[in-house]
């Protein structure tokens, strides 16, 4: 299938892979952003073992689709109660595309941003504003007190 050129062992989540440059994988769902560390790279001719991950390696992947697994069907029974139910599950997962295998160097896009610290930002509660809600006890005493006073 792929021949003996740059390849790559990397960690995303708690799954390990085996990745080729132009490879599409499947994985868990990442949320807009894939965390990925390299624990093992070779460019056909060396390889370099991770301690446990390699330093200066870099695998460069693009989230290129989001889509479903199968379905899971679970079903619960209990004997001699006529009772049964079943439940169905599917597992959202996310397509990347294996574009870059890199060996020496910072990510590209770590050297481009530049690290800004996040303004703290303190939310306020607005005073509390009294109302007086009337009640009927209240209004029967407002009603008692006027009639005394007439």
């Known amino acids: 299938m792929f021949s003996m050129d740059k390849y790559a062992i990397i960690k995303i989540g708690s799954a390990q892979y085996k990745v080729h440059e132009g490879e599409t994988l499947i994985v868990d769902n990442q949320n807009g952003k894939v965390d990925s560390e390299v624990l093992l790279f ?36 209990k004997s001699k109660s006529r009772y049964r139910k079943n439940r169905g599950y599917r597992d959202t997962l996310t397509e990347l595309l294996v574009e870059k295998i890199e060996l020496g160097g910072k990510k590209d896009e770590e050297e481009k941003k530049v690290v800004e610290t996040p303004k703290k930002v303190v ?16 209004v029967k005493t407002k009603k008692v007190t006027k009639k005394e006073t007439k």
């Open 42 to 77: 070779s460019d056909g001719k060396t390889t370099i073992l991770g301690d446990p991950i390699v330093k200066d390696a870099h695998v460069k992947l693009k989230i290129s689709g989001a889509l479903r697994g199968d379905k899971i069907v679970v079903g619960r029974f």
């Open 123 to 138: 939310h306020t509660k607005p005073a509390k504003v009294e109302k007086k809600v009337a009640t009927k006890k209240s």
